[in-house]
């Protein structure tokens, strides 16, 4: 079956340290992959998107990798601070659809960030 | 400021009732976008419009309805025949007909059924 599958469990990490969070799909070519930041009762936010024929993207503090041999992404927080503690999201579209409609989600990874 | 602005962020519906939820967009985007999130689930689209006057089923609409009368506004309604309603609600919005690049979403409707 197809599916995206993110860490089930949360990631607890020092202050400071990297976050390293994980993102694996089986049976897609995806045209782009995207992360999104969800605060707790809030709407996800857009944090970095990248391209099937793009190794890394960055901004900021943020790094994401994508590897289709592998089928896939890391999403790296450098020198991360507690307000870094959310859940993120990972969303593939596949090539096969013509527009966002067919985006797939994950479910989350929570991460928390320790003082 | 540009963005999404969805309303109520909370709302309490009895069983049998019809609630609407509404979806307001300045960002000029054409395309928007109606999702559901459920503890552990993903995302789920429960309707898409690209254009104004159109508007497709996503992958859970049964029980739900939309309209697309202008650019700015994709209200949700959510009716009696949904089976399980309760839910986080989320409306979003992209630009270019939603072909490519990022969700911009708005706060939530969180709908609640006594």
């Known amino acids: 079956s197809q599916k995206i599958e993110q860490n089930s469990e949360a990631l607890n990490i020092q202050e400071g340290k990297t976050a390293t969070l994980t993102c694996n799909y089986t049976?897609?070519?995806?045209?782009?992959l995207q992360w999104y930041r969800q605060d707790p009762g809030r709407g996800p936010v857009f944090l970095l998107l990248?391209?099937?024929n793009e190794k890394e993207k960055r901004k900021e503090r943020l790094k994401v990798t994508f590897d289709t041999t592998l089928k896939q992404s890391l999403f790296h927080i450098t020198a991360s601070q507690p307000a870094d503690s959310a859940t993120y999201l990972c969303?593939?579209?596949?090539?096969?659809?013509?527009?966002?409609?067919?985006?797939?989600w994950g479910l989350g990874t929570s991460l928390a960030v320790n003082p | 400021d540009g963005g999404i602005t969805q309303s109520p962020k909370y709302l309490f519906r009895k069983e049998g009732q019809n609630v609407t939820l509404s979806c307001e967009q300045n960002?000029?985007?054409?395309?928007m976008y109606w999702y559901r999130q459920d503890p552990g689930q993903g995302l789920r689209l429960i309707y898409y419009?690209?254009?104004?006057?159109?508007?497709q089923k996503g992958d859970i609409a049964e029980g739900y309805s939309v309209s697309r009368e202008k650019k700015e506004s994709f209200p949700l309604t959510v009716t009696s025949a949904q089976k399980n309603p309760t839910a986080f609600y989320l409306c979003?919005?992209?630009?270019?007909?939603?072909?490519?690049?990022?969700?911009?979403f708005g706060e939530g409707s969180r709908l609640t059924v006594l």
């Open positions: 979003a919005s992209s630009p270019g007909g939603g072909v490519t690049g990022e969700l911009f």
């Open positions: 960002l000029n985007h054409d395309a």
């Open positions: 419009s690209q254009i104004v006057n159109d508007f």
């Open positions: 049976n897609y070519s995806p045209a782009y």
């Open positions: 990248i391209r099937e």
């Open positions: 969303a593939l579209r596949p090539f096969s659809a013509g527009n966002n409609r067919k985006l797939i």
